[in-house]
């Protein structure tokens, strides 16, 4: 009891000002720029940065720098004390009528906020995947999509080539099962791949997979059909693998009539039609087949791709 007397007094002592508790009743909904709360209390920055300074140093508020500016909010990690005495403070404060003034003021202020947002949005529509991509890289939206996939999943990279997908997916799942025919593809996934605890590099042909049956929950083909001899054997050997209830992507080219990849790039088949890949795939075991054009990238050389999920019969 005599230790949490002068924290409690301490606490009490800093939430005793009207001004500090109108600040933290906003910094504890929004973050807010020192300017943003003189306007909203409508009180001189002076007086609103000596109140802040006060918080601050009682564990209250923390700030991050925003440009030229610092953005306040209450601090993360208040003890259950101090928490239950600013619940009880807030109550009461709420129901003054300067609470209900500064709520009506902040409204304008982050409508200011969400209108240079939008002033931006309407200038930069034109160009805005071209900065996105400058700012960001152009996949980082498709590799934030890999959160989605559970993480209890034992994943078949078959076809893995040089292993970058099976490594883009390993912080994702349990288990990734990369698989690999070709000796100078598979050595290059193995120095890629060789650290990562949770991935399962195998050399082996897509017909005779050296998988058990019912292992994987997921199965990727990626530009790998195209290769093969018998597309319908590969499909049925990814079936045999899958869980029943489990799911199989491809991703592939559309049908083209580039017949020089044949010779240069021992392309085997000059892409698929998607009536081809529906049959083979209800004939390999598969129910809910989906089979969509993709986007062609602008700077792609490249005939159109295609990709088809579809779901291992139970």
Known sequence: MSTAAPAILGWMTSLADPTRVRLLRLVERHELTVVELCTVLQLPQSTVSRHLKVLADDGWVEWRPEGTSRLYHMA??????????????????SQALAAEQDDQRLAPVLAERQSRSQAFFSTAAGKWDKLRRELFGERFDVLG???????????GDLGCGTGQTSEMLAPYVRKVIAVESSAAMFKAAKTR??????????????HALPVDDGTLDVALLHLVLHHVAEPPAVLAEAARALVPGGRIL???????ERREYQQQMGHVWLGFEPE????????AGFTDVRVHPLPAEPAAKGPALLSAVAVRRK
């Open 76 to 93: 993360d990690g208040l003890p259950p004390a101090a928490k239950r005495l600013w619940t009880l403070t807030r109550e009461q404060m």
């Open 250 to 256: 491809l991703i592939d080219m559309q049908r083209h």
């Open 193 to 206: 791949l060789g650290d990562l605890d949770n991935v399962e590099l195998h050399r082996g042909d897509l």
């Open 145 to 155: 999509l890999l959160a989605l996939f559970d993480s209890t999943w034992r994943v």
């Open 276 to 283: 081809q890949l529906t049959g083979w795939l209800k004939d």
